[in-house]
């Protein structure tokens, strides 16, 4: 498949950011008696100095695009990126993958020689501000709540993660940005075309799937443990992506690639346990790559280990998690452009909304990143 065809984006709307910032406000913009500087809009200055004469401090590059006119992070201009955002219903486990993936992926930098660290010290105090530690004692995190276009304040997920990768002879950095949503957005046919381009500007999404809605899992584990169901069909979220694309990309234009991810696979793992089920015939053999997890040991994207966990997983859905629409979209959605993924950030089923006392070596979490990363050039295709 071809590169990503632009190296750096806004991290908030997503749009293609030109080679040269055109546009620059005043960072201060307030006046004090409640009236704002000449420059509190972004403009073009081409060839002044590039100071708020009023406010005396330099003006930052804002996005270009009208209705997003964000000031980039610092330094944003020297970077590339590689900007995704999360889809897949209700408390299907996007913002505990989202913590999960950051803490992994500065210990995966580290295996792998490469330096990767929050983007500046304010997005890293901004982290952890957002995500206490995942443990036994502390609560998982409440339902996102729906964000709305224009609305009084910024919400958290708004705001996206920014991860550094430096690597060795490389002369920019690149930038992980990672953004949340509310399942109650995506599940919404009508949510706001503007507000929500992000989603298909990304250079990836990805589609949680919960398999605790499939019944060959309710069946095994029902009394065991805690199972939540959106009552809500991924393969409509994904619909409902597809419509946004369509009025926001128009009906020819490529789709971001799609990691259609099953996640909580702890589940799916643990009702393949119970002797004589769908599941566990499903899954009873050692050599299937759904019980290896070689994800974090290597730095390249296993190619083979990729394409056969794949065909493993569309049967998995098609098959045992009555997701036959989910594989049917994949397989319309153009070759190579979507991949199934299986993903625990838990590693076990939280017990009472708390992390269990034996969780979580997480399980494949970095192989959607990795894809991603390895579309952008990032990582070698192995
Ligand atoms: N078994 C298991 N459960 C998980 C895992 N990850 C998350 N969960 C459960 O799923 C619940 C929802 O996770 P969230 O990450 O908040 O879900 P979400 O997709 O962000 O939900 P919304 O914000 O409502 O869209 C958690 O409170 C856990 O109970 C996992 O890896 N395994
Ligand atoms: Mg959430
Ligand atoms: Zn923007
Ligand atoms: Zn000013």
Redesign the pocket.
């Known amino acids: 498949m071809s590169q990503q065809l632009t190296d750096r984006r806004c991290p908030y709307c997503f749009a293609a950011l030109p080679a040269k910032h055109e546009l620059v406000a005043c960072p201060v913009k307030s006046k004090g008696d409640g009236s704002e500087c000449a420059m509190a809009t972004p403009q073009s200055i081409a060839g002044e100095k590039g100071i708020c004469e009023e406010h005396g401090v330099a003006l930052v590059p804002h996005c270009w695009y009208e209705s997003c006119r964000q000031a980039l992070p610092p330094g944003w201009h020297e970077v590339t990126t590689t900007c995704l955002a ?1 889809a ?13 993936v950051a803490n992994l992926l500065l210990t995966w930098g580290r295996l792998n020689g490469l330096t990767v660290s929050h983007y500046s010290t304010e997005s890293r105090i901004s982290f952890e501000q957002r995500f206490t530690r995942l443990d036994p004692s502390a ?7 729906p964000e709305s276009p224009g609305g009084f304040r910024r919400q958290v ?1 708004q705001e996206p993660i920014m991860l550094r990768i430096q690597e060795a002879g490389r002369s920019r950095d690149h930038v992980l940005v990672l953004r ?7 599940q919404d046919a009508a949510m706001d075309r503007e507000h929500f381009r992000f989603l298909v500007q990304a250079d990836g999404l990805i589609l ?1 799937v ?1 398999p ?1 809605d499939a019944r060959a899992v309710r069946n095994a584990l029902d009394g065991h ?2 199972l ?1 169901s ?1 009552g809500f069909n991924p393969a409509a979220v994904w619909g409902n992506v597809e419509s946004l694309a369509g009025s926001v990309l128009g009906s020819g234009a490529r789709r971001p690639p799609m990691a259609v991810t099953i ?5 799916v793992l ?1 009702a393949s346990q119970v002797p004589e089920t769908p599941l566990s015939e499903a899954l009873a053999g050692h050599g299937l790559r759904i019980h290896h997890d070689p994800s974090l040991d290597h730095r390249a994207y296993d190619l083979d280990d990729a394409d056969l966990l794949d065909c493993e997983l569309r049967t998995l859905c098609a098959r045992y998690l009555d997701q036959p629409q989910l594989v049917e979209r994949a397989q319309a959605f153009g070759d190579g452009r979507a991949r199934f993924f299986a ?8 017990v009472a ?1 708390r992390v269990a006392r034996h ?2 070596p ?2 494949r979490c970095l192989d959607p990143i990795k894809w991603f990363l390895m579309l952008a050039g990032l990582v070698p295709a192995a």
Request: a negative charge; aromatic letters at 10%; hydrophobic letters at 35%.
């Open positions: 999360m897949g219903t209700r408390n299907s486990g996007k913002t505990v993958y989202v913590w999960m609560s998982l995190y409440g339902s996102t709540a997920q949340d949503v509310a399942g109650e957005n995506v949680l919960d605790g443990v805690d939540h959106a996640s909580k696979f702890d589940l643990a993903i625990s950030s838990l590693g076990t089923p939280p909304q969780g979580t997480s399980y």
